[in-house]
C-alpha cells in the first residue's frame, strides 16, 4: 500500500543483489510476479517446495501450508481469513498493513525454518549435488521460459499425430498377432491374463490385485517372449503421443 517506485527504491537493490541470497517457496511463481512488476530476482539460492519435491516425489502436499504444520509444527493461516470468499472477498492490495503484515511474515519465517529443516536432509540422501547444479539453475529459465512461451510448428505435430497413430495401431495389430487373440492393450488386467495365463511367462512381482505388468516387468519378461517388447514399444509411443503431440498444438497463444 505504497507506491511501486519507492517500492523499488526499498526492495529493488535487495532483491537484485547478488550478495543476498534468496529463499522462497514456487520461487518460479515468485520470479514470474516480480518481473511483471518490473522487479528481477537474483542469487535464487533455496526453493522449500523444489526441495520437497526432491526429498519425497512420491508425496501429493508440497504446499507451505501443508509442510509448515507437518515439518515444523507451525499453524499457519489461511489466506481465506484476510481475503474472504471469491465472490464477496477483496484483494491483498486492499487488506490492512497490521493484517498482511504478519500473515505474510509468517510465511517467510516459515520458508526460512523450512530451509534449514531441508537442508540437512538433502545432503543426507547426498541430494545436494542435484537440487544445487540442476534443481535451483532451472527455476529462471523455467521461468522465462513460462514467459515467453516456446515455439512449435503446429502443421508438423498434426502430421507427427497421424503418423504416431498409425504406428500405434500397427504395433496394436502385431501384438494382438503374437498373442493370438484380441485384447485391450491399456489394461493392465488383460495384459497379464495374456503374458501369465495365457502364454505362462514366469515372474516374481504379483501384488494384491494380481501380477504386476509395469515397465520393470516387461522389461524382464522381453527375454522370454516378443510380446511384451512389443507392449513396451506401444506404451512408448503412446506416452509421447498423450504427453506431447496431441496436447502441445492445443495450448497455442
Sequence with gaps: QISLDELKTCLGPLLLSPAVKKCGHNMKFDIQV???AGFE???TSFDTMLASCLLNPGTVGHGLKH???????????????LLGDEKSGITMAQVPVDQAGPYAALDADATFRLMNHFKPRLE???LTGVFEGIEMPLVPVLARMEETGVMIDAGYFRELGDQTRKHLAEIERECREIAGESFNIGS???VAEILFEKL?????KKGKSGFSTDVSVLQDLASQ???????????????LLTTYI?????QLN
Design 246 to 250: 496431441e496436447p502441445l498444438p492445443r
Design 200 to 204: 505362462g511367462l514366469q515372474t516374481g
Design 34 to 36: 516480480l518481473h511483471g
Design 225 to 239: 517372449h516378443p510380446l511384451p517388447e512389443k507392449i513396451l514399444e506401444f506404451r512408448g509411443y503412446e506416452k
Design 41 to 43: 530476482l537474483a542469487n
Design 124 to 126: 543426507a540422501k547426498e
Design 67 to 81: 509442510l509448515a504444520p507437518a515439518l515444523l509444527g507451525l499453524e499457519m493461516n489461511a489466506i481465506s481469513g
Design 188 to 190: 493392465p488386467k488383460q
